[in-house]
């Protein structure tokens, strides 16, 4: 009986331990930029854009999520996406994926999003 309980024991600190290990790799990472009112105009009269990164890096697994708000009056590209006047675009990705293209509001005009695998993953490439 003994040697019972100390394997239930066992078992219920392994499965406590896995939870809490298994829960370090939950973290939720929200990257989040706004296109503030009149970003087009001011394209359109030669000042720069929104100040944005060349390279957004986002992971799979890890629940990152990334939001665009666009507080203009105008539909902006953002890659392969779109984000309409006064709207929010909000995109968690399911796989590793590399976008390229342009960006609307970018102050070079083009976009980049890199999305790693889970650093978990360890299936056979």
């Not at 040697?3 to 939870?19: E, H, N, P, Q, T």
């Not at 006064?86 to 083009?110: M, N």
Request: proline fraction near 6%; hydrophobic fraction near 40%; glycine fraction near 8%.
């Amino acid at each position: 009986m003994k040697i019972l309980s100390i394997a239930g024991g066992a078992v219920l600190l392994l499965i406590a331990l896995s939870w809490f290990a298994f829960g370090q790799f939950q973290t939720i990472r929200t990257v989040k930029y706004g296109i503030p009112q009149g970003t087009q105009q001011s394209l359109e009269n030669g000042r720069p854009g929104v100040q944005f990164p060349d390279t957004i890096t986002l992971t799979v697994g890890l629940k990152d999520t990334i939001i665009i708000e666009n507080q203009d009056d105008v539909i902006h590209v953002f890659g392969p996406f779109v984000v309409g006047p006064h709207s929010t675009l909000r995109k968690r990705f399911d796989t590793p994926v590399v976008y390229e293209g342009a960006c609307t509001f970018h102050q070079d005009e083009h976009m980049r999003i890199v999305v790693n695998p889970a650093p978990w993953d360890f299936s056979a490439e």
